[in-house]
């Protein structure tokens, strides 16, 4: 397994992440569900894009991007709130729990789901 395919993976997931970021911003209207589960969407196909072009042992590397882009969120969500003297982490925390714990999730089925796939298609091009 080479550094070359983990990279690839993490660039990817970025990538994936951030397009399709943009483009559920710009198409979909921003309601309380869709606030939750854009993404969780967009982390399960992100983490899958990764997993597929890594291969294997990116689960770590998909997991530290997911709570590097949650801590970023978390700050800033704070700083948002900080200048109205509401600002706390246990509240922060209380509204975002569900998209935080299901994110996580399917940022994990993502990488094992793309990782699974990738194998597959080595096996079945090596058995032709």
Same mark, same amino acid.
């Not at 967009?42 to 590097?68: P, Y």
């Given at each position: ?9 993490? %660039? ?25 589960? +854009?993404?969780?969407? $967009? ?5 899958? #894009? =990764? ?12 997991? =530290?991007? @997911?709570?590097?882009? @949650?801590? %970023? $969120? ?7 709130? %900080? ?13 975002? @729990?569900? #998209? ?14 793309? +990782?699974? +796939?990738? $194998? ?5 091009? %090596?058995?032709?």
């Amino acid at each position: 397994m080479s550094h070359k395919n983990l990279w690839l993976g993490f %660039a990817s997931l970025i990538a994936v992440y951030v397009a399709l970021s943009n483009l559920a911003t710009a198409i979909i209207p921003q309601t309380i569900t869709a606030i939750t589960v +854009q993404p969780i969407v $967009i982390s399960f196909l992100a983490s899958f #894009a =990764g997993g597929l072009i890594a291969r294997e042992r990116f689960i770590f590397i998909a997991l =530290g991007a @997911w709570a590097a882009l @949650w801590a %970023a $969120i978390g700050y800033t969500l704070y700083l948002i709130a %900080a200048p109205t003297g509401n600002a706390s982490v246990s509240s922060i925390a209380e509204h975002n @729990w569900v #998209a935080f714990l299901l994110s996580g999730l399917a940022t994990v089925a993502g990488v094992y789901i793309g +990782q699974a +796939q990738a $194998i597959r298609r080595i096996k079945n091009a %090596a058995a032709t």
